[in-house]
């Protein structure tokens, strides 16, 4: 954990007075927090596409995929 303010510094890409004040653990615990937060937002965005994509003819399905995301 001793890096963890690094790994917190480096991830925000903004060195910040209160960054700097953080001990170890609190640092690994926003950290950690930010991980699930960022993994959270795939996920709803993964559902939100696939939500958005069902609204589609089952036929044009897979080709709006594929010109939206490639193959």
Do not use: N, W
């Amino acid at each position: 954990m001793a890096d963890a303010r690094q790994q917190l510094l480096a991830e925000l890409h903004e060195p910040s007075g209160v960054l700097t004040a953080l001990d170890d653990k609190q640092a690994g615990d926003l950290l950690r927090l930010l991980h699930r937060r960022a993994a959270a937002e795939r996920a709803a965005l993964d559902t939100a596409i696939t939500a958005a994509l069902s609204a589609l003819p089952r036929l044009v399905r897979i080709p709006a995929r594929a010109v939206l995301f490639g193959k």
